[in-house]
């Protein structure tokens, strides 16, 4: 039996709901900008951690090679193993080390009262038979100023 597509209309009187991407957008103020300096320093402060955490992990497994070598097993695929994940891990927190930071020195050259962008959400809109689909699914935005929504646009 082959199934045929539904027809729109006869779902909920002609109306179906579809999920879109909404930008917030932030005014940049002496708050924002103090505020988000805190949560930068503090993501570097996280990273830094992670990257000492991952260090004691890798030497810690080290050691635990070594002792399986010195009773003759062969460990090199092990070691390339470990090798290899410890880079790559080492690899992804000081690229998000260097975005963190980028993002941190940018912050002080952005001027007060420009809007910036500082998330994505995703909300679920009403489309009707008749409307145009690609009105309904652009340019929604949130604009936000010292943590207060002050219009939705779209």
Do not use: C
Request: glycine share 6%; aromatic share 4%.
């Amino acid at each position: 039996m082959t199934e045929r597509p539904t027809d729109v209309s006869s779902h909920a009187g002609g109306a179906i709901q579809l999920k879109r991407q909404v930008t917030v957008k932030t005014k940049v103020t002496d708050a924002f900008r103090a505020r988000a300096k805190d949560e930068l320093d503090n993501e570097l402060k996280l990273i830094d951690t992670q990257l000492q955490q991952l260090e004691a992990q890798y030497q810690y497994s080290l050691q635990q090679l070594e002792k399986v070598a010195q009773q003759g097993q062969n460990v090199q695929q092990q070691l390339q193993q470990l090798n290899q994940e410890a880079q790559q891990k080492r690899s992804q927190l000081a690229s998000l080390k260097m975005q963190v930071s980028s993002e941190l020195g940018n912050l002080d050259k952005i001027e007060n009262g420009q809007y910036i962008v500082t998330g994505m959400l995703e909300n679920v809109v009403d489309v009707h038979v008749g409307e145009n689909i690609y009105e309904k699914l652009q340019n929604a935005e949130i604009l936000v100023e010292d943590g207060i929504v002050t219009s939705i646009n779209g």
